[in-house]
């Protein structure tokens, strides 16, 4: 069967194939002429800062363009977590926030990754999980990065959090075996 997000791998049409390598090969050259608007000073910007901003963002549009044309989902995660990388690099680079308080964006970029590839899961309940144990994650961590407590607390919310994934996978896997040996 040859359902969108079957586990089956369809092999791609030509048209496809190039649409793919049209798309990648434009946003490169986009990204092409940002940097080199960058080093010769129409945008004000350094090379260095906008280098990795530009150049993640632009595979991460093409990669995302090349996933929904071919309905790959591994592809999309790909391209959510890359395009998450990019923001929080842009970020850094147009206002005051520094890596220090962005790292948390890097944490939840699995869960983005999943949160984009969800729409061609074949389990969705499989995708989700990582969804909400990275954003947790990251939600945790942007107490410290925020400002709003230091590692003190940050560091006890961590591992109450932890612990509190891992007696839901214990539940979990107990009421699933449960319900096998049924």
Do not use: H
Not at 97 to 125: H, Q, R
């Amino acid at each position: 069967m040859n359902e969108v997000g079957s586990s089956e791998v369809l092999p791609l049409t030509k048209k496809q194939k190039y649409a793919c390598y049209i798309v990648t090969g434009a946003f490169l050259l986009a990204a092409g002429l940002i940097l080199v608007l960058s080093g010769v000073g129409v945008i004000s910007a350094s090379v260095g800062d906008v280098a990795a901003p530009t150049v993640l963002y632009a595979l991460g549009v093409s990669i995302l363009i090349s996933a929904v044309i071919t309905k790959n989902s591994i592809s999309l995660w790909i391209a959510g977590v890359m395009l998450t990388c990019a923001s929080a690099s842009l970020i850094e680079v147009v206002t005051s926030a520094t890596y220090g308080n962005l790292y948390p964006m890097y944490i939840a970029a699995p869960g983005v990754g999943c949160a984009f590839s969800l729409w061609l899961a074949e389990d969705k309940p499989f995708v989700i999980k990582p969804m909400i144990f990275f954003g947790g994650l990251a939600a945790v961590f942007s107490l410290n990065s925020s400002g709003a407590c230091g590692w003190g607390i940050t560091g006890g919310v961590l591992a109450a959090y932890i612990g509190l994934v891992i007696i839901a996978i214990a539940i979990n896997a107990y009421l699933g075996r449960n319900k096998n040996n049924a």
